[in-house]
């Protein structure tokens, strides 16, 4: 399966925002194709263009179809996003199982309604599942783009090639036990001066419990030296106070 053979069709879309949101969070997950079924507003539509940000390419290939029948006429399998339970004879599945559905050669399409309505009865027989995302039964209803961007989501995480690994940018390598030990040491002598491992048959215990804190904190070299520098200057404040 690729992500390749997935295609967005929105049918009678009422705003142009909502048309260049969409194919904003589909570009975001690497997504190319989106159909649009009659759609309300004008169209090229300056607004979609707008709100698309770096994905008007998507918006400048889509195509356009007067109905939901020609929209899917090349697909294998289509899936219908609805927030409300339909009284129609169809599987309803949730968004988190609807890629179970999906055959390595199929060529997918995922449809999804106008803003203020949903898609009608008529629109949803034309699918073979309605998909539903989960959410609060007293206000369901998401928003176009956000409805689509989960779709997105659970198609990139399982369809994507790229096994995404993530560094940070951070620049100080991790400190040497050595140094953490030098840091504990330093910290140790001054709470000995100022008589906080108290009292005796105690300090053993309190020493480890200050050991187990800074060892599994896996703190870099920077953060070393920067705490030196916080507890030093601790120190000299209290010795001029």
């Not at 356009?64 to 899936?79: H, N, P, R, T, Y």
């Not at 927030?83 to 390595?104: D, E, M, T």
């Not at 800074?214 to 030296?225: D, G, K, M």
Request: with cysteine.
């Amino acid at each position: 399966m690729s992500l390749s053979n997935i295609h967005f069709i929105l049918v009678r879309p009422q705003m142009g925002e909502n048309i260049g949101s969409v194919a904003r969070a589909i570009k975001n997950f690497n997504i190319k194709y989106l159909r649009l079924v009659k759609p309300k507003c004008s169209w090229p539509n300056q607004k979609a263009l707008a709100t698309s940000v770096g994905a008007k390419d998507i918006l400048k290939s889509a195509k356009i179809f007067d109905s939901v029948e020609k929209a899917i006429g090349d697909l294998d399998i289509v899936f219908a996003s609805s927030s409300r339970i339909r009284k129609v004879n169809k599987k309803i599945i949730p968004v988190s199982n609807f890629i179970k559905k999906i055959k390595k050669e199929n060529k997918v399409g995922i449809l999804f309604g106008p803003e203020a309505s949903g898609l009608s009865n008529n629109e949803i027989s034309c699918a073979d599942y309605l998909v539903k995302i989960p959410a609060n039964k007293k206000f369901s209803s998401l928003n176009l783009s956000h409805s689509a961007i989960i779709f997105c989501f659970e198609l990139y995480q399982n369809f994507s090639r790229q096994r995404k690994e993530y560094k940070s940018g951070y620049k100080s390598s991790l400190a040497k036990k050595s140094e953490v030990n030098k840091f504990l040491n330093f910290i140790i002598q001054g709470l000995d001066e100022k008589g906080f491992l108290q009292p005796d048959h105690k300090r053993q215990s309190m020493i480890r419990n200050i050991n187990n804190i800074f060892h599994r904190l896996n703190l870099s070299e920077q953060e070393i030296r920067i705490l030196l520098g916080i507890f030093s200057t601790l120190n000299e404040i209290n010795k001029k106070t």
